[in-house]
C-alpha cells in the first residue's frame, strides 16, 4: 500500500471516530475540553503506532489461532508501559488522563488496526499506519473537544500549558468572556451531539466531493454508487 | 514433520502463549522497577504540595510527610494524621475525612490548629457535577476559603438552607452540605482525640 493511501486512510478515508465509528468510550469521555481531547489522542497515537509495529514484527510467528490473544497481550503490554511512564515523568498530566489510560487497552481501534493492517504489512507500513490513524483519532477528538469546550464552558485549550508545558500557555483562551456555559454540553449528552454534527459536516463533504466528480455525467454514474 | 503441520499442532500454539506471556510479564517487571522511584517521588510531592495547600505560609518548619501519627476514628478506622509544628512545638493537624455527596464520596482534606480553627480546606476527590456541584475545587471557585478561621464554637455547620452559615450553590445543595459536614466531622474528630493526635511520639 502506498504511503500517501495510509495517510488519506487515517486522517480521513477510514478516520477511526469519523468514518469507522471506532473508540466511542474515550470519544464520549473525554472531550469536555479540547485538552484533554488532544490527550487522549497523543497518548493513543503512541499505543498505536508502538503496538502496529509490534504486531507486525511478530505477524511470521503468531498463528491464526492464537493471535487475538497475543495481540493483546502485547496491546496491554504497551498501555500499561505508557501508563508506567505517564505517571512516572508527566504525572500532571496523568492526574489528569490517569483514569482513562487504562482504557486504551479495550479501544476497538488499537486491536482493529492490529487486525486489519499491521498483521498484514511490514512494520514500516504498519508504524506510519499507525501514526496516521492516531492523528486521525487525535484529530477528531480534539475537533469534538474544541466544539464542547466552546459551548460548555467559554472556554479553548483550558489547562493545555499542564498537557504540552509552560510554552504552550499562550494556548489557553477563554473565547466567551463573561459567558457561564452550557452544562449540557460537558456532560455525555453534548458528546452525542457534536459527534452526530461532526459525522453530519464529514458526510456533506463527501457527497458535495461525489457530486463534482460525477456532476451531471451519467456515463460515470455507476462507480459514485446510489 | 515439517513447519507448516508443526504451526498447526495445538503445543505450537501453547508454547507460542507460554512464550509471549512471559515476554510481557517481563518487560512489565522491568518497567515497573524502572519507573517505581519515580512515581513514589511524585507522588509523596503530591501530597506535600496539598498538605501545604490547607496551612497558611510559615504556620509550620518542620516535614509533614514525615511526623504522621495514626489515630482511629470511631468507625475503627485508620486515619492518618500529619502533624505541624514549629520550633518543636505543635501547631496543628492536617488529614483527611470524607462524606457522601450528590454523586459519590467527597474526600477533604482539612488542616486544623491546635486550638480547633480550620485553616485551610481542599477536596481532594470528587464526582459532582461538573458546572454545579465542581465549585467545591479550589480551582473554580472560592467557595471553600469560607471555612478558614472558623471553629466548632464560632459557626453553625450547616448550609444557609439548613440554618447554617455556610452559602450553597444555586442548582447544588447536596454537595455543599457534604463537604460541610465532612469538614464539621474533621473538627470532631479533632476536639474528641486531642490527645492522642498531640502525644509525643
Known sequence: MKTKDIIRNGLWDQNVVLAQILGMCPTMALTSTATNGLGMGLATTAVLVVSNMAVSSVRGVVTEQVRIPVFIAIIATIVTLVDLGLNAWMHDLYKVLGLYIALIVANCAILGRAEAFACKNGVLASGADGLFMGLGFTAALTSIGVVREIIGSGTLFSQASLLLGPHFAFLETRVLPGYGGTLMMILPPGGFLTLGLLLAVRRRIEMRRDARHCGGVVAQASHCGA | ?201
Open chain 2, 1 to 201: 514433520m515439517n513447519v507448516a503441520a508443526l504451526r498447526e499442532g495445538i503445543s505450537y500454539q501453547g508454547v507460542l502463549l507460554a512464550l509471549f506471556s512471559t515476554l510481557t510479564a517481563a518487560a512489565l517487571v522491568v518497567a515497573n522497577g524502572f519507573t517505581a522511584p519515580a512515581i513514589h517521588t511524585a507522588e509523596e510531592q503530591d501530597l506535600e504540595a496539598s498538605l501545604r495547600q490547607v496551612l497558611p505560609a510559615g504556620f509550620n518548619d518542620n516535614n509533614l510527610l514525615t511526623d504522621v501519627v495514626r489515630v482511629k476514628d470511631s468507625t475503627g478506622q485508620d486515619v492518618e494524621v500529619h502533624r505541624a509544628s514549629k520550633g518543636g512545638t505543635q501547631q496543628g493537624a492536617v488529614f483527611k475525612t470524607s462524606s457522601v455527596g450528590y454523586a459519590g464520596p467527597i474526600v477533604v482534606l482539612v488542616g486544623i490548629s491546635r486550638d480547633g480553627a480550620v485553616q485551610g480546606v481542599r477536596v481532594l476527590r470528587h464526582a459532582e457535577t461538573p458546572g454545579l456541584g465542581d465549585k467545591i475545587e479550589v480551582a473554580k471557585s472560592g467557595w471553600v476559603h469560607a471555612f478558614e478561621g472558623k471553629a466548632l464554637s464560632n459557626a453553625r455547620w450547616l448550609v444557609k438552607k439548613d440554618g447554617g452559615d455556610f452559602d450553597q450553590f444555586a442548582g447544588a445543595t447536596i454537595t455543599p452540605r457534604g463537604v460541610v459536614k465532612a469538614v464539621k466531622e474533621a473538627l470532631e474528630f479533632h476536639q474528641a482525640n486531642h490527645a492522642a493526635i498531640y502525644a509525643a511520639h
